[in-house]
C-alpha cells in the first residue's frame, strides 16, 4: 500500500513536471512569434519615407469610358 501511494505521488511529480515544462515552452514560443512580427512591423515603417501615402487597389480602371456626365442649365435665383 505504500509503496502504491508513493509511485502515485512520484508520477502525479513527474507529470507536473512535464506539464509545466510545455507551458513554459509554448510561452516562449509565443513571445518569440511576437517578437518576429514587431520586429516586422518596425522594418515596414521605416522602409516607408514620412509622409509617403500608399494606395493599392484591386479594381481594373476602365479608361475607354469617357462619360463627362450630363449637362444641367444653371439659373440664379434671386
Known sequence: MFFRNLLLIIVAYLLWQFISKAW???????????????????AEKQRRAEGEVNISS????????TDEGTYVDYEEVD
Open 24 to 42: 513554459k515552452f509554448r510561452k516562449l514560443i509565443l513571445s518569440q512569434r511576437d517578437e518576429i512580427l514587431n520586429q516586422a512591423r518596425s
Open 58 to 65: 484591386n479594381k481594373k480602371s476602365n479608361t475607354s469610358s
